[in-house]
């Protein structure tokens, strides 16, 4: 997903209008640089874990599924390989298991595809009106307006979600309790070549820059054709801050590999390089989920990886709605994720020097 800027993001150091909430009580809160606790204290949403029997049409044309009503699954959604909206619902539900973590608490920004590979998309930051009453939200103040979004962690807004036309999920870096403090710094590499090869080279490059700073990442595929590295931090720092670092260590590597490596922003100055684009860590930015299906052909997978599969000769495609089963029966690759929560402050100071 390309990130334009919007009103939300100032340019690294200047200074912003602080972002305020207001949770399900009616009670304002402010995030602020300081890391201030919110007042929110919406329930955890973590979902019993639930695995549907297999849900089969009804006569008018639906199906149920986890207390879900499926309109229209037999809707194609990927024509080439037949994959219908009821094969999207019955995936999200055998892997949520292994989503929960990465959506649980997190704000959602939902981008609805109701017509699958063949029709139109359309985002949409508020909470859909035909979404279950008890699916949990946090409403957040933008300086041009207030937004409820939906809140992700139970399985049952998961499916409901799908249901609507969300093939993807979009997540923020951070989590409800602070959404100004993101727990990830992430690194969104997007080959102007369109090959994969160029952003496995690109995505070695920040990992090693990341060893020198002492920090330890995660790559996955993106699902298309690029790569995300993510940096798992401490809460503390700023949305502003985290898109610094990102910034800063990518004006870095492009110079030291200008050849390889841009941070143009615009697709026609880039010439064949990867974009390294530092706003995935902006306020109120998405990045796609670990697992999450994408709306490209043969229903790819972003899909975490261990680094020494990072290889220019790696086909991402390879993860898919047809190979999930087997890729994901295996050993989780990202399963030390939480526990390599790294303070980001030394780091940051180190490129502010660069």
Known sequence: MKTRKTGAERPTGARRPRSSAVNSNGKRETATRKGKKTVDKDRKSAAPKKTAAGAQPAADGRAGLAGL??????????PEERY?????????????????????????????CPNGMEGKCFFQKEKPDSMPADTPTKRIVHENGE????????????????????????????????????????????????????????????????????????????????????????????????????????????T????????????????GRVYLDPFRNGFAQTVVAPYSMRRFPHA??????????????????????ATYEKRFAGKDPWKDFWKKRQKLDRALEAVKSL
């Open 147 to 254: 937004r409820n979004y939906v809140v992700g962690g139970r399985l049952e807004t998961q499916l409901a979600l799908v249901n609507l036309g969300c093939i993807a999920v979009h997540v923020w870096g951070a989590r409800q309790q602070n959404p100004r403090q993101p727990d990830w710094v992430c690194f969104d590499l997007d080959p102007d070549s369109g090959k994969f090869a160029d952003a496995a080279r690109a995505a070695l490059r920040i990992k090693a820059a990341l060893d020198a700073l002492g920090l330890v990442s995660f790559p996955k595929t993106s699902g298309k054709k690029g790569l995300h590295v993510l940096v798992p931090i401490v809460i503390g720092p700023d949305a502003d801050d985290a898109r610094g670092f990102a910034d800063r260590l990518g004006h870095r590597l492009s």
């Open 300 to 321: 790819t997978i972003s899909t975490p990886l261990a680094w020494d599969e990072v290889d220019p000769k790696l086909d991402p495609a390879r993860f898919n709605m």
């Open 84 to 112: 219908t909206k009821l094969d999207l619902i019955r995936y999200y539900d055998a892997v949520f298991p292994r989503l929960q973590p990465w959506v649980e608490d997190r704000l959602l920004s939902l981008k609805r």
């Open 256 to 271: 030291a590999y200008p050849a390889e490596l841009t941070m143009e922003s615009r697709i026609a100055d880039r010439q």
């Open 69 to 78: 009503t499926v309109s229209h699954p037999d809707k194609v959604y990927w």
